[in-house]
């Protein structure tokens, strides 16, 4: 615990049996619980998280990484969770960060705490793909223009979200695929919740996994068209469950904050 809060780490999985065993040993001790879901893997990720101790569950079907995520966060807030971290078990972000990111979290400072590959040159220093950086960064500009904010990346998959902001979050309108993590940052940044970011070591290997082109191009305009419905939904010119309840929120202060940075 941190904070007399509940830590629980959750971990979407799907074929991450070669690392999955590095991230849980670099787990903190402040982690009272881990879920790991399998979204129907076709290796051992499972059964080698049953034998590390974990709470397993396995989706019957491949369902995206959206909608893993969605399990994640049901398995997390009825476990009693009052922070909840979701780490990518393919080793690519470092689990060492669940303590700062928990603790910005369970101490009230922010909503949601992001791990940026993008802070101090992490992304290109741990060998991410030119074209992906720039793309990145792209989006990154586009998007803070829009939105009005100030993040140094809207990409990473390192996060911890509290309780009452995961409550708020209309996850299950949200997408099953990996524009999920964009929209709960379109979101957040609607409901005026208070965002945070620390600088995360990245690592790109073989075995981390990584979307290919034809995805990034897919994930990429995914981006786009979130960007321009949240920008619209701010305005009052587009109406969606994704941003009504967020719009309803930030205009009743209920998660009212800033996007900031944590360097």
Known sequence: MINGQ???VVLPAYNAERTLEATVREL???VDQIILVDDHSTDETAALAHRLGLTVVVHEVNRGYGAN??????MALAAGADVVVMVH?????SPLLVTPMAGMAAYGVYDLVLGSRILGGQARHG???LYKYFANRALTLFQNFLLD???SEYHTGFRAYTRRLLLALPLEHNSDDFVFDNQVIAEALLMRANIGEISCPTRYFAEASSINLRRSIVYGWGVVGTTLLAWLAKHGLFHSPLYDRARSLGSSSACAGNSDSSR
């Open 69 to 74: 995520q969605k399990t994640c966060y049901s």
């Open 149 to 151: 904010a100030k993040l």
């Open 6 to 8: 509940k830590i629980v």
């Open 127 to 129: 060998g991410m793909p």
């Open 28 to 30: 903190p001790e402040v």
């Open 89 to 93: 078990p393919d080793y690519q972000y």
